[in-house]
């Protein structure tokens, strides 16, 4: 099984910074691209950065300059850095990893059960 959790999601001022995490764990041989999407309601799930574990890291428009997406390899975490907030960058964060499992062929994504940001004006 893996399992893949955010943290670090709250309340912030227009202007404020928060730091989300996200870690995979469980029967890991490795992790390909990792990503963090978010979602207000009626609304798709919209593609915020992605993180490869070589190559060019992706941003969506709406968030270049302002948030960094980062990976540990060794904790197989991945951050959100997210500065210079905004009021519309209030959503539920979620994460994804792209799994190589232990014992099993293939590569599997697992999503994250997800977490609130709300930026106040």
């Known amino acids: 099984q893996v399992q893949v959790a955010e943290s670090g999601g709250g309340l912030v001022q227009a202007g404020g910074s928060l730091r989300l995490s996200c870690k995979a764990s469980?029967?890991?041989?490795?992790?390909?691209?990792m990503g963090w999407y978010r979602q207000v309601p009626g609304k798709q799930r919209e593609l915020v950065a992605t993180?490869?574990?070589?190559?060019?890291?992706y941003y969506a428009d709406s968030v270049k300059g302002r948030f960094t997406i980062s990976r540990a390899n060794a904790d197989n975490t991945m951050y959100l850095q997210m500065n210079s907030l905004k009021p519309e960058d209030t959503a539920v964060y979620y994460c994804?990893?792209?799994?190589?499992?232990?014992?099993?062929?293939?590569?599997?994504?697992?999503w994250g059960q997800g977490t609130q940001v709300t930026v106040s004006s």
């Open positions: 994804n990893a792209d799994v190589e499992r232990k014992y099993y062929s293939g590569v599997y994504r697992y």
């Open positions: 469980g029967s890991i041989s490795s992790i390909n691209a």
């Open positions: 993180i490869p574990s070589g190559g060019n890291i």
